[in-house]
């Protein structure tokens, strides 16, 4: 399963928009119904994790209607990382 982020316009996506790409990296199917991006998913991934590989098997069986994947459009996968930084120091 190869899991991949396409950049978005909205300013509500920022994040980009979650996606499943074939084995290939020729397709790609939209996964907005299972999380809306990388990060959430990762967040629920034991919710997301079975129905992301259901939508990667029915692309890669042609299950679903498809769009062709073209890597410039690929966004950073993880844009924003979560954490936590002290900036306190020691002593």
């Given at each position: ?13 920022r994040d980009g928009r979650l996606v ?20 959430a998913a990762l967040d629920d991934w034991d919710r997301c994790e079975p ?41």
């Amino acid at each position: 399963m190869k899991l991949a982020s396409l950049k978005s316009d909205s300013a509500a996506r920022r994040d980009g928009r979650l996606v499943v790409v074939s084995n290939d990296l020729a397709w790609y199917v939209l996964a907005d119904a299972v999380a809306p991006t990388l990060q959430a998913a990762l967040d629920d991934w034991d919710r997301c994790e079975p129905m992301l590989r259901a939508l990667a098997y029915s692309l890669e069986t042609g299950g679903l209607p498809r769009a062709r994947f073209h890597e410039h459009e690929a966004a950073s996968p993880l844009p924003r990382a979560f954490q936590w930084a002290d900036g306190g120091g020691a002593g």
